[in-house]
Every structure is written in C-alpha cells, then in structure tokens.
Nanobody, 127 residues
Framework: QVQLVESGGGLVQPGGSLRLSCTASGFTLDSYTVGWFRQAPGKEREGVASISNDDGDSYYLDSLKGRFTISRDNAKNTVYLQMNSLKPEDPAVYYC????????????????????WGQGTEVTVSS
C-alpha cells in the first residue's frame, strides 16, 4: 500500500520551531519530487516548498524563504520541513505530496496533478 504519513505537528509559541516529517511506505521516495503544502481554515491550499529527488534542489514560496527549510533523507525514506520563527499566520494543516514531476514549480501544481498525498499534520501557533 502506497502511503505518505506526516508527523511533527503540534502547538508552538510564536517565534518557535517545529520539524515536520513525511515518511513513505509502500514505495521509495528517492525517485520522487516531494512537496509540502498547507491549508488554513477558510483559505486556499498553498504550496510551501519542494525538493528534487536527487541532488536536493529546492523551491520555496517566496514569503517563507529563510524561515522554512526542506530536506530529505532517502535512507530513511523521509522528507523534512524545518520551520523556524513561526508566526501567527503559519497555522494550518500541512500536507506532503509526492510525484515524479519536476521539483521546480511543483508547489504550483493543482492537487489532482500530484499522485500521492499524506493525511496532514496540524500546526498551531499560539502563546
């Protein structure tokens, strides 16, 4: 069974950090572009970051550059999203997604254009 599972969400204070993980089962991630997306209540889903399958090229939503970092450990079949200096506008359900499509502009794809999605992990930022 092909599955992506996110973890690492939770409650953090403004300015704090979280690291999200996206682990694949039933397939190996090393051939896939992986992206992180988020959706806040009442808002459209937006792409956060993507990473290439091989040399780790990455692409970020402009407004998140410098605060969020995407990385991967193919030996662990896992992709990470390190989120630092979290702000009140960052709370959302964060989803990872994987496909064989190129990494650049991956986060601009429509949901139906990406083959595999996780169930999401919720991030809350509150003091």
């Amino acid at each position: 069974q092909v599955q992506l599972v996110e973890s690492g969400g939770g409650l953090v204070q403004p300015g704090g950090s979280l690291r999200l993980s996206c682990t694949a089962s039933g397939f190996t991630l090393d051939s896939y572009t992986v992206g992180w997306f988020r959706q806040a209540p009442g808002k459209e889903r937006e792409g956060v970051a993507s990473i290439s399958n091989d040399d780790g090229d990455s692409y970020y939503l402009d407004s998140l550059k410098g605060r969020f970092t995407i990385s991967r450990d193919n030996a662990k079949n896992t992709v990470y999203l390190q989120m630092n200096s979290l702000k009140p506008e960052d709370p959302a359900v964060y989803y990872c997604a994987a496909d064989l499509k190129p990494w650049y502009h991956f986060i601009l794809l429509n949901r139906d254009d990406i083959a595999s999605w996780g169930q999401g992990t919720e991030v809350t930022v509150s003091s």
